[in-house]
């Protein structure tokens, strides 16, 4: 269990510094958030681009000149080399840097030099939540719009195996929906139920896993007791899977806005760990994501 995205770092630091493969580096707010991370002994960065933009940003930010730069100026082969690295295992961590996400994500899947699992992508939002006692997980509400129960598989199959390289072994897991009853009229409520079955039948990575079940449950024992559900994971809940973007978009943006929360993510389903953030994201909150993807990757590495 984590508190905060401070114990992240902490533990991500302990582990020693790991090499981050940064596609399209020529970005100043990426690269400031490399230089915070390699400050911290959090990574070694491998910066690929356009050498004649990227070394005077280095300057900028205080990156050692002897960083390593590969050169490379046309930006769908320069997403492609930095995968590639990552694939030869001469770095652990990919990053996106001032790259399209179109492409990016194509360099990700190449057939070639690509790092593909047979799962779906999927995105895991991270938030640290004022007068909450740990991170929340919550997972899909970037990348896969409508997922059908294969996807939703695939998607609970990733954040569950991520969480276990963070150390967390045996989550509790809450599949949202918006009640508990099984009804066909609510397909969500069908998925989640065979879920549990999944789960149940060792068919997903371990977690104690529950659903159909709404937010309220998932959130507060006293709701779970007042509809009369014996819940194992209400009240203590570390990852939540949303039935579909929309839902998971907006609950993300209303802890945000509402809840104060603070919120970093990974992109899931590769074989490596995945950081790609927003040009809008603070520098903090790409040393964080930073932070994140090097503690699922470093628990992996002990």
Known sequence: MYKNYGEVVTKAKNLGPIVISVAVAQDREVLEAIKMAQDLGLVKPILVGDSELIRPLMTEVGLASDTPVVDEKDIPKAALAAVSLVKQGKAQVLMKGLVNSSDFLRAVLDKEVGLRTGRLLSHLAVFEIPGQ???L??????????PDLKGKKDILTSALLTLQEMGIESPFVAVLTANEQVSAGMPATVDAQALVEMSAAGELPPGIVEGPIAFDVIMNPEAAKHKGINSKVTG????????????????????????????????????????????????????????????AYGERKE
Do not use: Q
Request: proline content about 3%.
């Open 133 to 135: 006692e740990k991170l």
């Open 137 to 146: 997980f919550v997972t899909d509400g970037g990348m896969n719009v409508a």
């Open 236 to 295: 203590k809940v570390d990852l939540i899977l949303t039935p579909n973007i929309e839902t998971g978009n907006v609950m993300g943006k209303m802890l945000i806005h509402y809840g104060k929360a603070k919120m970093v993510g990974l992109v899931l389903g590769a074989t490596n760990p995945i950081v790609m953030t927003s040009r809008a994201e603070t520098a903090e909150g790409k040393l964080n994501s930073i932070a994140m993807a090097c503690l």
